[in-house]
């Protein structure tokens, strides 16, 4: 049998292996492409950031990057509920241990703020109907009242969303994963089944 030089066999192998590095190379490109195609997750509550500044305030509700639920300084968390923002550092303390963090994306805000976030919300939406889904009036809203609180990141509301109803910390809308509020018979029942969207909570109806 007369044996084929390696100098010979070794195009073959490399013209083998061309398709499979094209391939890599074009899956690669693809990924890429739907990754900056598709837009990052960013909850609603985020409207209360730098876009608002100059016309409301921090005494308005508007919130800092990077305030935590220990942030006394700033009113949106200060002027929350005292049962609420003790039931929250209560669950941020143990959620350290997992390296999680409660950021505060909104809590309480002042009437004239949630008004503005309203309008927003109706032409961002393109309707009253639609907007409502998103964000209640300041007469209904919980915000308003300090009864509630929009949290940050995405590995906080998820370890709420194991934990919080041993703290009485429950999510109260199923398309708003970041809202939560105090319910003390969670502690002992769990949380209450969650509605769609605040178009369906009594509460916003008033």
Request: proline content about 7%; aromatic content about 8%.
């Amino acid at each position: 049998m007369t044996r084929t030089p390696s100098s010979a066999r070794t195009p073959t192998r490399r013209i083998r292996r061309l398709p499979v590095v094209g391939l890599t190379v074009v899956t690669a490109a693809i990924i890429a492409t739907l990754f900056h195609q598709v837009p990052k997750f960013l909850p609603s509550s985020n409207t209360d950031r730098a876009e608002h500044r100059g016309v409301f305030g921090e005494a308005d509700g508007v919130v800092p990057d990077g305030v935590t639920v220990f942030d006394d300084a700033v009113p949106a968390v200060a002027n929350l509920d005292p049962d609420l923002l003790k039931a929250l550092r209560r669950a941020a303390k143990d959620a350290a241990d997992d390296k999680v963090v409660f950021y505060v994306n909104s809590g309480r805000r002042s009437p004239a703020y949630q008004n503005q976030l309203l309008r927003e919300a109706v032409a961002k939406y393109g309707s009253e109907d639609e907007a409502a889904r998103w964000v209640a009036t300041a007469a209904t809203s919980l915000h308003v009242a300090g009864d509630a609180v929009d949290l940050g990141h995405s590995d906080a509301t998820a370890w709420l969303s194991r934990h919080g109803a041993a703290y009485g910390l429950c999510q109260i809308y199923r398309n708003e994963p970041w809202h939560y509020e105090l319910r003390p018979e969670a502690i002992k029942r769990g949380c209450p089944r969650m509605y769609a969207d605040p178009t369906q909570d009594p509460r916003m109806r008033q």
